[in-house]
């Protein structure tokens, strides 16, 4: 499937995963912070508008504690998000003024989204941001979102949240960078031969059996929660793409029309 539309989206939502900040032993990637920072700043550059969602607020937190294990109880790992989202914060911050361009910190919970007044602020609010180009910087408020019988708070992961900002946006299209290539026909780390998948318009019981598994101990999300983010924006009759989040550097190219990772149209 040509890919050529791409050069028309203009109001792009990008995802990046807790896997795709953090290096092996429990360090920041600062080169792919860069490297994204760039990449969004080039993209202002050339008449888009950029929405960053970012995980990562726990693993920062365990970091800079330098602990090596996920804590147990909900207020440890509630503590360790609120540690972790001001450094992470601070960190895209200096790495997009490298380039000239301001952030801004919006902390969602689900019911900022399904309250109507809420929702219309948060709307104008990215709206306004994005007229200034400035780029929206949008995580979970892990520090206070809690899953209650009848106060649900949570989204549950970030790429739910990354679709639903990108409805709330009215994006033309969301990147979510992971920690494989796209959508496999199997489990690359498992099997050599699995072939990546590059366009999928419909999520049947077939594509979801092909999603198995999550990251690292920091992660919260897998092949299965793209997919049900997949879904909601092919309800949304907007586009996804699952790519690597290795080299932020071939979101330019994704954006030229090159088929790179599976499309969700």
Same mark, same amino acid.
């Not at 090596?68 to 601070?90: K, R, W």
């Not at 959508?183 to 590059?198: C, F, G, Q, V, W």
């Given at each position: 499937?040509?890919?050529?539309?791409?050069?028309?989206?203009?109001?792009?939502?990008?995802?990046?995963?807790?896997?795709?900040?953090?290096?092996?032993?429990?360090?920041?990637?600062?080169?792919?912070?860069?490297?994204?920072?760039?990449?969004?700043?080039?993209?202002?550059?050339?008449?888009?508008?950029? %929405?960053?969602? $970012?995980?990562?607020? /726990?693993?920062?937190?365990? @970091?800079?504690? !330098?602990?090596?294990?996920?804590?147990? *109880?909900?207020?440890?790992?509630?503590?360790?998000?609120?540690?972790?989202?001001?450094?992470?914060?601070?960190?895209?911050?200096?790495?997009?003024?490298?380039?000239?361009?301001?952030?801004?910190? %919006?902390?969602? $919970?689900?019911?900022? /989204?399904?309250?109507?007044? @809420?929702?219309? !602020?948060?709307?104008?609010?990215?709206? *306004?941001?994005?007229?200034?180009?400035?780029?929206?910087?949008?995580?979970?408020?892990?520090?206070?979102?809690?899953?209650?019988?009848?106060?649900?708070?949570?989204?549950?992961?970030?790429?739910?949240?990354?679709?639903?900002?990108?409805? /709330?946006?009215?994006?033309?299209?969301?990147?979510?960078?992971?920690?494989?290539?796209?959508?496999?026909?199997?489990?690359?780390?498992?099997?050599?031969?699995?072939?990546?998948?590059?366009?999928?318009?419909?999520?049947?019981?077939?594509?979801?059996?092909?999603?198995?598994?999550?990251?690292?101990?920091?992660?919260?999300?897998?092949?299965?929660?793209?997919?049900?983010?997949?879904?909601?924006?092919?309800?949304?009759?907007?586009?996804?793409?699952?790519?690597?989040?290795?080299?932020?550097?071939?979101?330019?190219?994704?954006?030229?029309?090159?088929?790179?990772?599976?499309?969700?149209?």
């Amino acid at each position: 499937m040509s890919r050529e539309f791409m050069k028309d989206y203009k109001r792009i939502v990008i995802k990046i995963g807790t896997n795709s900040i953090m290096l092996e032993g429990n360090q920041i990637d600062y080169k792919k912070l860069d490297r994204l920072a760039f990449v969004c700043s080039t993209l202002i550059q050339e008449g888009k508008e950029v %929405i960053i969602v $970012t995980s990562g607020a /726990v693993g920062v937190g365990a @970091s800079h504690l !330098n602990l090596t294990e996920y804590p147990q *109880t909900i207020e440890e790992q509630q503590a360790l998000a609120a540690i972790g989202q001001s450094i992470l914060m601070g960190h895209y911050s200096r790495f997009f003024q490298y380039y000239n361009r301001a952030t801004a910190q %919006i902390l969602l $919970t689900r019911d900022v /989204v399904t309250f109507e007044t @809420s929702y219309y !602020n948060v709307k104008r609010t990215m709206n *306004t941001l994005l007229k200034q180009k400035i780029v929206p910087i949008i995580n979970e408020n892990d520090a206070i979102a809690d899953d209650e019988l009848n106060h649900q708070t949570k989204f549950g992961d970030n790429d739910t949240l990354s679709a639903i900002v990108a409805g /709330v946006s009215e994006a033309d299209l969301l990147i979510i960078m992971s920690d494989v290539n796209g959508l496999y026909d199997s489990n690359p780390k498992e099997n050599p031969d699995a072939t990546l998948i590059e366009h999928v318009g419909e999520i049947t019981d077939e594509i979801e059996l092909m999603a198995s598994g999550k990251g690292s101990a920091f992660a919260t999300g897998g092949m299965a929660t793209k997919l049900k983010a997949a879904e909601k924006i092919l309800n949304q009759k907007q586009a996804m793409i699952i790519t690597s989040g290795e080299d932020p550097v071939s979101i330019l190219r994704i954006l030229e029309g090159d088929v790179i990772g599976t499309l969700f149209k």
